[in-house]
C-alpha cells in the first residue's frame, strides 16, 4: 500500500512539474528518489492513523 501511494504521490508531483513520462520512470529508478517517496508516504499514512485514532476516541467520549 505504501509503495502504491508513494508511486502515486511522485506521479502527482512530477505531473504538475510538467515532466517527461520518460524522465518520470528514469527517476523512479532511482534508489534514493523512491526512498525519499516512501519515506513521504509512510509519513501520511501514519497521520491519517493518528488522526482516525483521534476521531474514534472523541466518539466514544
Known sequence: MI???ARAMFDR???????EP???ELAWA????RR??????AHVVQV???LSAESSS???S
Open 3 to 5: 509503495e502504491l501511494l
Open 22 to 24: 520518460a524522465l518520470v
Open 30 to 33: 532511482d534508489a534514493d528518489i
Open 58 to 60: 472523541r466518539e466514544a
Open 36 to 41: 525519499f517517496w516512501l519515506a513521504e508516504a
Open 13 to 19: 508531483r512530477c505531473d504538475l512539474d510538467g515532466a
Open 48 to 50: 491519517l492513523r493518528e
